[in-house]
Each structure stands twice: as C-alpha cells, then as structure tokens.
C-alpha cells in the first residue's frame, strides 16, 4: 500500500507563504513599474537594501494589524479586498512619512500614485490567484477522526471553523460499527466510516491523516489497532486530537483531558524568566503612562459625553480576582445605567439594555479601559493577561470548571489573547472558550505572542470591534 495523500498547507505554512508572496508580488511590480514608467521613487539595489526590508516589515505588520493574514478573511475574495485597500493605503502613507528609513518624497506627485497602483494591484491579483486556487478544494486538508459519536459534531466544528482548509471526510464511530450513521454539522453531514473499511477509505479518498479522539481505550480494538498501524509504517501521520486542536485553534481544549491535567501542563518558562518580566514591566510602565496621557487629553469630551449620555458618576469602580487570586480595584469610565445590578450581578451581554448610547461607543472604541492604566502603573494588572473577572463569577465558573482558576497565575491585563479570538462572554460556555485561549496563552507566554497580541489588538480598535 502508498500513501496516496493531495498536496496541502499547515495553518502556519498558509500564513507564511502570504506573507512572503505579499512582498514578493509587491517588489516584482515595483521592479517593472521602474523599468517601464521610468519610476525612480523606489529603486531595488545592494547600496539601498533597507528601503526593501522596511518596505517589507510596514507591509507585513500593517497586513496583520489588517487581519489579511486571517485564513476566514485571505479566503474570501471580498472580505480581503477590503483589507488590501487598508494595508496598502496605510503602507503607502506611513512609507512615505518616513523619510529617515526611506527615499526622499519625489518632486513629482505622479511618482506617489504609480508607487500606490504598484502595491494596491499586486496584492490584488496574488491574492485573488490564492482566493481561487490555492484556498480552494484542491489543496484542502482531508482527515478522518476516531472518536465517539456523541462527541463527532462538537470535535468536527472546532476544527473546521478555526481552519476552513481542513476538511474532516469521515469519522470512525469508536462506540459501535454502524455505516448507516451519520453526524449533522454547520455544513452538511459527516458519515462513520466502518472499522473494517478505515484503511482502504483512507488510501482511496486521499486521506492526509487520521485524529484519534477516543476517550474509550476500549473503542480501540485489535481491529482498528492493526490499521493504524498500518497506515503508520505506510506513511501516514497519526496524531492525538488534544495536539491537532490546540495547533489549529490556538486554544487548550481543557474539556477533552483529565481534571488532573496542570499536573502535565508545561506553562511558559517565560512566566518564570526574570528578564522577560522584567522588560514587560519596564515596557508596561511606559505604555500605560501614555495611556493615562492619552485619557487626559480625551477627558473633557468623554466628560461631556457622561454627562449627557449616562448621567452618572463618571468613574466605575468594581472588585475582580488578581493574580494568586487576591482581589482588587479596577478602574473604568462608566458605560451603564444608574444602579445596573439592583437584582444582583449578571453577565454582560452583546445587546445589554443597560448599557448606555454613550456607554456602547466608549465600549467599541474601547476607550471605556483607559483608566485600567493607572491599575497597569500600579501593578494591579499587566497589558496583556487574562481578562480580570468578579469574584462572584469566579466562583460560579470554577464550581463548573475546574481549571477556571488557573488564569490567577498570572496577572491579568487590558487586553488578551481571549479578547482578539473571541466575541464577549455572555454564558458559562462562552467562558469555556475564553478559559482555552487563556490558559494557551499562559502555556505559550513570550515576547512575540505578546507582540502578535497588540497588533490584533490594533486591529479589534481599528474595526470598532470592542466589547
């Protein structure tokens, strides 16, 4: 038996290859534009390399802020229009406001507009040409998973809406063998595959590799044993579904591992790395006093807004679970009515009648978090950690989740990588999900998550996207 696998793209290696083939498209056709219009503006050349590399790094860091490098978006053709025209209309600009590290502004302004078309219209066409081939059907990724029945369509839609390249074709149902079963999902229907047909479905339908699910060790009999095993010597991988889904969803599925699982859990060594600390600290100082200069220049008119708009104090004071889980005072300018909690606390949520007209734009905007900044200065909360949550909810959560209070470990900041990935906790199942992206953080806590961390963040202000 050969493996008969198609060509297809990890999540990370999509994510690199636009990159590269952004700047690569950018360049070829400022290559040409010079050759063809007699452009001087920008001139590729060993005496001014750096206008290239910075060229590159304001293309790629402005394409992240622009979420062009988000799968769901780079795959849909209209969506990602929208993010080239921001990313090359903001490249240009800041490209050309900064002379030190790039050429000097040209006499002629016709010069400005062949640089723009170049970079607008190349991103255009590559990134139609991967929105038609290489984010189609040809070079999606095929799996089968081993996992029970009841779990199918849960475990199948986490995957499949994180990475819409990855295409689960079947599935062996570990607690009977029944072909006639079939899962409903968001997008049609996934049928089991018997045990006795794994193999050769997987060699006929260009299967890339095979997730083993099962919680039942005795759903894996000597039966399915030998084929994947088989399937193992003849090349294809074979991997544990807890791998596969922190790897795509960039959250840990604390749902599918044992209560006793932090006993295995390697948090990040950065969390103990003094040096680290120690420059997030000195870089959360500085961040947060601008914040706080910030909100004095925009007092006055968040001033006028409360007065008008929610007719209260202006700042709202409340308690929330720190680090270690000791509790303190955050800092917020109000965004609800008088007096929201008369029946007692409750979840915020998407639609709040108690959120005021002023109080939504101040949450949008996410202006309504400029005074956490003095909780940042103080040491209360970091710039990015786990969301700092009431300790009535605290409490409630981890009575249902077990691992709820293993966010305390660090402390918790303005922004996170629970609030970029996902919308506002509403529900105790909306809790679950932010509990993943949190604890993944902490797992995975280093100087480049947090950079990746801020640049999403920009994006959620830029989008108008606040909670």
């Known amino acids: 038996m050969t493996a008969n696998k198609k060509i297809h793209f990890e999540v990370s290696e999509r994510k690199v290859l636009l990159r590269i083939f952004d700047v690569i498209s950018v360049l070829l056709a400022l290559y040409f534009v010079g050759r063809i219009f007699k452009f001087n503006y920008f001139n590729i050349s060993a005496d001014n390399y750096y206008w290239t590399i910075v060229l590159g790094a304001y293309l790629t860091t402005l394409g992240t802020v622009f979420e062009m490098y988000h799968l769901q978006v780079a795959s849909n053709q209209y969506q990602v229009i929208k993010s080239i025209v921001l990313t090359a209309s903001t490249t240009v600009l800041l490209y050309l406001l900064t002379p030190i590290f790039t050429p000097n502004l040209p006499n002629n302004r016709m010069q400005i507009v062949f640089f723009y078309l170049a970079i607008l219209l190349s991103l255009m066409l590559w990134r139609l040409f991967y929105v038609k081939l290489l984010a189609s059907s040809r070079f999606e990724k095929k799996v089968i998973l081993v996992c029970d029945k009841d779990q199918a369509e849960e475990l199948i839609s986490a995957l499949q809406d994180v990475d819409p390249h990855y295409r689960v074709a079947g599935f062996v149902n570990t607690d009977a063998n029944n072909t006639d079963e079939i899962v409903k999902k968001k997008k049609g229907s996934v049928r089991s595959i018997p045990i006795d047909q794994l193999e050769r479905f997987v060699t006929t339908h260009s299967i890339s590799e095979v997730v083993i699910a099962s919680q039942k060790t005795d759903g894996i009999t000597v039966n399915l044993y030998n084929q994947l095993i088989h399937l193992l010597e003849n090349g294809y991988i074979i991997r544990e579904y807890t791998q596969v889904y922190e790897n795509i969803t960039q959250r840990i599925p604390v749902q599918y591992v044992a209560r006793d699982f932090y006993r295995y859990f390697p948090f990040s060594r950065s969390n103990q790395n003094q ?137 918790p900041g303005l922004t996170g990588w629970a609030q970029v990935n996902y919308s506002y906790g509403e529900t105790i199942d909306d809790s679950l999900i932010k509990l993943q992206y949190d604890l993944y953080y902490i797992k995975h806590r280093s100087i480049f998550l947090d950079i990746n961390i801020m640049l999403k963040t920009l994006s959620t202000v830029l989008f108008y996207r606040g909670q």
């Open 275 to 411: 040096l680290y600390l120690i420059i997030v600290r000195l870089l959360e100082i500085a961040i947060s006093l601008i914040g706080l200069s910030v909100g004095i220049i925009l007092l006055p008119f968040i001033l006028i807004g409360n007065l008008i708009g929610n007719r209260g104090n202006l700042f709202y004071v409340q308690e929330r679970i720190g680090k270690n889980g000791i509790p303190f005072k955050i800092f917020k300018f109000r965004t609800m009515v008088k007096n929201a909690e008369k029946y007692g606390a409750v979840f915020a949520t998407t639609n709040d009648a108690r959120i005021t007209s002023f109080g939504k734009f101040l949450r949008k905007a996410r202006l309504d978090e400029f005074p956490q900044f003095f909780n940042v200065l103080k040491g209360d909360m970091a710039v990015i950690g786990p969301r700092p949550e009431r300790p009535v909810f605290v409490s409630e959560i981890a009575e249902v989740m077990p691992f709820y209070e293993t966010r305390h470990v660090i402390k």
